[in-house]
């Protein structure tokens, strides 16, 4: 079928449900094993009869070849704004040179702030050692360390800037609250590493305690990361719908995608409030490209979840039964058919455009040991709707709060002196108002009262304080007087960061030791 043609059908035959409106979806086909898997899964959709037009458009390889560093189009863009759906096949990102992952662009643009993986097994159809897993991870998506905010700052040190926000927090959590509820999950857990990163990941613990308080229908808890992943892996039948930052959210997706058997089962949706874009986990795997090998289930899965998104649910619930009787039935990608340990076969396999037959015979059919989905009572359109107004009712909430300078960090790049040196100096170079506080090196206190055994680079944090009492505050003028001063002294100054109390609460971290 070519991604050019409508797909005409108005009434489900399966179901003899009444007409759907046709809506326009933008698709790419991708890279790699791309075109093979899209080809499959339209072909499903379309003997479905998903109400759904397709606009083609081309991202990835072809475009970043042709100049475009993004790999987009800057006329593609058209098409997503005017649709607002897309079906997107895998890309190939080139290694090096200037070129940003097109997934993160796209998922930054067009603000689609939450990430939902769910990660189910298919036991004992395909090899797993956790049959009963079913989560669905809520990853943001937009934040974190993902912002791609880096600098080379000394010789020795490169800084990652991690930006977490309130509105940022408070959208993706109400949204993991909401889609458990429109999908009749029982819990929701929270994992994060606040207890190393107390103001940013504590924020969106702190979010999260807040937000699960309006939910007491569902249940809750919070893990560190460390130990959460570790039961992810361990006992993943524990766990429901799972809520994270961004880098957290991305590594145990595809530990829980790979646990259920086969990366290329999972399917994805990324939520904005405007657009949405649904894609499988896995990469284009230039390794088995061309050959009608891959498995299409991850991108078939993710056109499920298109359609309960546009407001299709029984054409949906209709594919998914059907992929399940299949997976029952034997028909499996190569992927699949193999033992735990991934050398044996279990089974008989099936190309890529063969198991879409397979799938399509199936339309109308119910798994028989798979309990069978139901996406009746679902409305998918609803969801991030339902956490949009709320979130920003949350933020509105929020006062400004009042705001005061009390010190600046300044980061300094020097090598040729001790901690004590370098304090020396800059006591004598500080200005009326501003005492040198403290001096660390990655985080850790080296003066007053380092310790010899602590490894230095050329990276130190030099922290001044206004001096008068509690009440004293700082004006920009003083930290312009205090650069002026330091950098005249001969002290390569990398950047300041200004230190404040919000409402008198302080808004920085202390040095560790301090
Ligand atoms: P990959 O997911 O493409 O492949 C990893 C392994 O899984 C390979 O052995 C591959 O053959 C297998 N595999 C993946 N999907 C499969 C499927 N549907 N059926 C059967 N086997 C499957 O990851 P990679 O090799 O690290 O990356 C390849 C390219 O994909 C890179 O350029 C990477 O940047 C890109 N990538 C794109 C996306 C995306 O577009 N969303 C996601 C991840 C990686």
């Given at each position: 079928?070519?991604?050019d043609t ?8 399966h179901?003899?449900?009444p ?5 326009t ?5 991708g ?7 899209t080809?499959?899964?339209?072909a499903?959709?379309?003997?479905a009869?998903?109400a ?6 081309t ?27 897309f079906?997107k096949?895998p890309?190939t990102?080139?290694?090096g ?7 993160v662009?796209i ?10 993986r769910p990660c189910?097994?298919?036991?004992p ?5 956790h049959p009963k897993?079913d989560?669905v ?5 937009e934040?974190?360390?993902y912002?791609g ?32 509820r429109?999908?009749?999950r029982?819990?929701?857990t929270?994992?994060?590493k ?11 613990h702190q979010?999260f305690?807040?937000i699960?308080a309006?939910y007491?229908?569902?249940a ?12 992810l892996?361990?006992?993943p039948e ?9 880098l957290?959210?991305d590594?145990i997706?595809?530990?829980a995608?790979e ?9 994805s ?6 657009v949405a874009?649904?894609e499988?986990?896995?990469g284009s795997?230039?390794?088995?490209a061309?050959?009608d090998i891959?498995?299409p289930?991850g991108?078939?899965?993710s ?8 407001g ?7 594919i ?10 034997g028909?499996h990608?190569a ?6 340990d991934?050398?044996?076969k ?13 799938v399509?015979?199936r339309?109308?059919k ?5 309990k069978?989905?139901s996406y ?19 933020a509105a909430?929020?006062?400004?709060a ?13 090598s ?5 040196a ?12 501003l005492k040198?506080?403290?001096i ?7 003066w007053?009262?380092?310790f010899p055994?602590?490894f ?5 944090r030099c922290r001044?304080?206004?001096?008068g009492?509690?009440?004293?505050t700082l004006?920009?003028?003083?930290i ?7 950098t005249?002294?001969g002290?390569?100054v990398?950047k ?7 409402d ?5 971290a ?5």
């Open positions: 079928m070519r991604l409508p797909m005409a059908p108005q009434t489900n035959p179901n003899a449900l007409a759907t409106p046709m809506r979806i933008t698709v790419a086909e890279d790699g094993i791309g075109p093979e898997i080809r499959a899964t339209l499903v959709l379309k003997a009869g998903a759904v037009d397709v606009q083609p458009i991202v990835g390889e072809a475009i970043y070849k042709s100049g475009h560093s993004t790999g987009i189009a800057p006329e593609a863009w058209d098409s997503l704004r005017a649709t607002q759906v079906l096949g890309i990102t080139p290694q040179g200037g070129y940003k992952s097109l997934n662009t998922r930054k643009t067009l603000g689609l702030y939450a990430n939902v189910v097994s298919f036991a159809f395909v090899p797993t050692m897993m989560v991870i809520v990853r943001e998506n934040e974190d360390l912002a905010i880096e600098h080379r700052q000394t010789d020795q040190v490169m800084q990652c800037l991690k930006l977490i926000t309130r509105p940022g927090c408070e959208r993706i959590v109400r949204y993991a609250f909401e889609y458990a429109a999908h009749g029982r819990k929701v929270c994992m994060t606040d207890n190393i990163m107390k103001m940013t990941d504590g924020l969106f979010v305690d807040e699960r309006h007491p229908d569902i809750t808890d919070h893990m560190i990361i460390d130990i959460g992943t570790a039961r892996a361990t006992r524990q766990f429901d719908v799972i809520v994270t930052p961004n957290y959210g590594i997706s595809d530990v995608a646990l259920t058997g086969s990366v290329g089962l999972a399917g949706a990324n939520i904005g409030e405007h874009m649904f499988a986990i896995h795997a230039p390794d088995i061309g050959k891959a498995n289930s991108m078939l899965l056109a499920v979840m298109m359609l309960v998104h546009i299709q649910p029984k054409v949906a619930e209709t998914h039964n059907a992929w399940l009787a299949t997976i029952e039935d028909f990608t992927d699949l058919a193999r033992s735990l991934g050398t044996a279990t089974g008989p396999t099936v190309g890529t455009q063969a198991f879409a037959q397979a399509i015979e339309l109308g119910k798994p028989q040991t798979f069978p989905v009746a009572a679902t409305d998918g359109t609803k969801v991030s709707a339902a956490a949009a107004p709320a979130m920003a009712a949350q909430s929020k006062k400004v009042k705001k005061e300078m009390v010190g600046v960090d300044v980061f300094v790049h020097q040729s002196m001790t901690a004590d370098l304090a020396a100096q800059l006591q004598a170079l500080t200005v009326p108002g040198l506080q403290m660390t090196n990655r985080g850790v206190k080296v007053p009262g380092g055994e602590t230095t680079t050329d990276h130190w001044f304080m206004v001096e009492g509690d009440t004293a004006a920009h003028r003083q312009v007087a205090l650069l002026g001063n330091v005249e002294g002290v390569d990398i300041t960061e200004n230190l404040c109390t919000f008198g609460e302080r808004g920085f202390l040095g560790q030791g301090q």
